[in-house]
């Protein structure tokens, strides 16, 4: 029997190429999180073709739902609350959630709340480790977001830097794309990079010297370019060791200043590129060395899931009593 008392959130996430729902009791405990990937649809484009996602997500998501709702043995009616993301993210993927949800939320007689995808990544963490609360500083590193954000509380947050150019998973999936690695190359490059050597390639460390807290990494990316038209023949896991090495210092960097900057002692790593391990070892180890605890979220809710966002969408609902109308719309370049 389940606790009555606690609420059901279903929570729903289609802003890129993931189709996932999850269904999250209270506001922390997941009774389960279905994530599908449409990667390999976009990997002979070598990156998300915005059409072909839309129209993916309207064939998946009502599946994807149901996954969820079987794989948590609740029934829709059990529901108390609807959540989806509507931005920021790809217009077209984001108007199928958004609308799903407000559908069955009208259907159900419940609240709905539009989530903004980058909250939800913070609340991914707080899925992997309710106890650790704010303060403390943010470091978002995805395929379409980098940003170094102060969070004093759930729901108050100051972004202090973000990238001028490409996000950090965008340039690591363009630069794999250059070298041959299938979309999205992140993950790969991690694995590739363990047994590649890291100072095959000397690359730059953009911005690493700049005494604000923005990122770039496009420079990276032609700079590996310029490099392989002299030297075609490098190997694949020298490419990777070294790219990686410039992302990692740089994060590493501009992550930890900023954490002790603002007076906070604990650094939080979201998003898909916070699943790297080399980032991972680095950042604990220098954080270590300067006092700051730095933790993530397991991996799998590193990378987009609906998990994250039921969990935003709850905290915002049932501690902070927000609901959206049914009439509201996406917003692609939406912000925290
Ligand atoms: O958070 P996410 O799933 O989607 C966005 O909100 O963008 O992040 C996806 C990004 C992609 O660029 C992917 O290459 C990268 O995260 N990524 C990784 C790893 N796993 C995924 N980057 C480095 N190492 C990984 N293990
Ligand atoms: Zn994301």
Known sequence: MRDAG?????????????TSAAVLRGETEILSNIV???????????????????????????????????????EARDLSLVAATYGPGLVGPLLVGVSHAKGMAFALGVP??????????????????????????????????????????????????????????????????MVGIGYPAGAEI????????????????????????????SGLKTAVLYYLRKSPREKREDIAAS???????????????ATWRFHRTKLVVVGGVAANQHLRERLVQDGEKRGIEVSFPSPSLC?????????????????LG??????????????L
Do not use: W
Not at 7 to 14: D, K, N, Q, V, Y
Not at 190 to 217: E, H, Q, V, W, Y
Not at 243 to 257: I, W
């Open 6 to 18: 606690v609420a059901l959130t279903l929570g729903i996430e289609t802003s890129c190429d993931e």
């Open 36 to 74: 599908y990937t449409q990667a390999d649809l976009h990997a002979r484009y070598g990156g998300v073709v915005p059409e072909v996602a839309s129209r993916n997500h309207v064939v998946k998501l009502p599946y994807i739902v149901r996954d969820a709702l079987d794989a948590a043995h609740v």
């Open 112 to 177: 709905f709340v539009g989530v903004n995808h980058l909250e939800g990544h913070l609340f991914g963490h707080r899925l992997h480790r309710p106890l650790f609360e704010p303060p403390f500083m943010a470091l978002i590193v995805s395929g379409g977001h980098t940003a170094l954000v102060d969070v004093t509380r759930y729901g108050e947050y100051r972004v202090i830097g973000s990238t001028v150019d490409d996000a950090a998973g965008e340039a690591l999936d363009k630069i794999g794309k």
């Open 190 to 217: 991690d694995r590739l990079a363990s047994i590649g050597n890291p100072k095959a390639i000397p690359l730059p460390r953009p911005m690493n010297d700049s005494t604000g807290f923005d990122f770039s990494f």
């Open 243 to 257: 790219v990686l090495a410039s992302v990692v210092d740089v994060l590493t960097k501009k992550g930890l200043e």
């Open 303 to 319: 990378t987009d899931n609906a998990a994250m966002i039921a969990a935003a969408g709850a905290f915002r609902h049932f501690s």
């Open 322 to 335: 927000e609901s959206h109308p049914l009439s509201l719309t996406p917003d692609a370049s939406l912000s």
